[in-house]
């Protein structure tokens, strides 16, 4: 697990849910629901409509929409639901792009976070190609100071693993690890922590950037 991360994880979820109680907004209220799961929330979310989307076509209708929330647990009534639609289905025609809702529901972050978790991003892809994977770690990631690893429980490679889950879609761990999945469970992290200086710093101790 990342320094910190788990700590963040759970602050965050726990700030989430007081949030719930004050808010209206129901995309708001939507947002704090998956980030009450925990960074991978949101993610976990998208992984469920994307099963959803048969025809492959990214987009989802109201009744898709409304079987997601269900499906996912999540608790909202359907005049909240219409609403949260009508919000992303911005040309009315009676879709939406779940890509969009998906960017549009992660916590905003500013530019200075998105480069610093950007910065760790390509200090990881070691290849470049805009995917880590067990590979690039290799050189980058050190399994050695790892307690399973020490204790033989473990390989290198199930460490290497291990950590590229915690990143990866919580119902779709292919062991491979997207800018968008990365950027996704750094803006849950983010979430919890109130200033800019701080997020970087973290970030910076954590990848030592």
């Known amino acids: 697990q990342m320094p910190g991360t788990a700590r963040h994880d759970r ?30 929330g949101i993610k976990g979310l998208g992984r469920v409509f994307r099963i959803m989307d048969d025809d492959n076509s990214r987009t989802l209708d109201f009744k898709e929409f409304v079987k997601g929330l269900n499906d996912y647990a999540m608790m909202i009534d359907k005049e909240e639901a219409q609403q949260i639609f009508r919000v992303f289905d911005k040309d009315g025609s009676g ?15 500013s530019n200075a976070r998105k480069e610093i978790i ?12 805009g995917i880590i994977t067990i590979e690039d770690l290799r050189g980058v990631y050190n399994a050695k ?9 473990w390989t290198e490679d199930q460490v290497f693993r291990a950590f590229l889950d915690n990143f990866d879609s919580p119902y779709d761990k292919d062991g491979k690890v ?14 919890s922590i109130d200033t800019d200086v701080y997020f970087i710093v973290m970030m910076k ?3 030592k950037l």
Not at 118 to 124: D, S, Y
């Open 178 to 191: 997207t800018t968008e999945e990365f950027m996704n469970y750094y803006a849950g992290v983010s979430a």
């Open 11 to 40: 602050e965050m979820a726990i700030q989430a849910k007081r949030n719930l109680s004050k808010t209206t907004d129901p995309v708001e209220r939507l947002r704090l629901q998956c980030l009450a799961r925990g960074s991978a």
């Open 118 to 129: 950007m910065q760790a991003f390509r200090k990881l892809d070691k290849t470049g190609d």
């Open 205 to 207: 101790n954590a990848w």
């Open 95 to 109: 879709t939406i792009d779940f890509d969009e809702f998906l960017v549009t529901l992660r916590p905003p972050m």
């Open 145 to 153: 100071h790892h307690p399973k690893y020490q204790n033989g429980d």
